[in-house]
């Protein structure tokens, strides 16, 4: 029946980390760097990239909360389902036109932009200078290649890994404790 997948989904939710605490980070130099962030309550353009399933996903919207970003200030796009320039555009630029509710900016979250075209991601680039005082952009991506370089240039690169089990282990046993 449908309930074994509503408690998959449920699963997958309930769980899926809110707090870098309960993030499993590759390693001390990439913990290091998402506590400044935190620490100093501001982010650079971000591009998380690798395999589907590292946390990408995750690890930006657990970034977005540890900041205090409330959501109202965060647009979540993406990018695998709105392929079009012009409503990517428009939808951006309607958003990060308006006042940020609570500091200094307005976020956009490009989850899966390596689908987007080499010519949506020149407009984003354009979108992306013209309200570089005003809008942080967070991009995922599973395959950097298809991501062009003045996108690239423009956002700090971040490498996501498949872990070894190790975290995982002991982060499903702090849950299965609980």
């Not at 036109?97 to 680039?125: C, H, N, T």
């Not at 354009?126 to 809008?135: Q, R, T």
Request: glycine share 6%.
């Amino acid at each position: 029946g449908t309930d074994g997948v509503k408690m998959k989904e449920l699963w997958v939710e309930k769980y899926r980390p809110k707090i870098l605490k309960d993030f499993v980070v590759r390693d001390e130099t990439q913990k290091n760097q998402i506590n400044n962030w935190i620490k100093e309550k501001g982010i650079p353009h971000l591009l998380f990239h690798g395999k589907p399933g590292t946390g990408k996903t995750t690890l930006a919207h657990v970034l977005l909360n540890e900041l205090g970003v409330s959501s109202y200030d965060i647009l979540h796009i993406n990018a695998a389902r709105e392929t079009g320039v012009e409503d990517v555009r428009t939808k951006i630029t309607n958003f990060i036109q308006l006042m940020p509710i609570s500091g200094d900016f307005k976020y956009v979250f490009l989850d899966e932009a390596d689908f987007m075209s080499p010519w949506a991601q020149a407009a984003l680039r354009g979108v992306m200078e013209e309200y570089a005082s005003s809008a942080r952009f967070i991009l995922t991506c599973n395959e950097i290649h298809k991501i062009i370089e003045a996108i690239k240039s423009r956002c700090q690169g971040f490498t996501m890994d498949i872990l070894d089990h190790t975290g995982y282990t002991a982060r499903v046993a702090e849950i299965l404790v609980a």
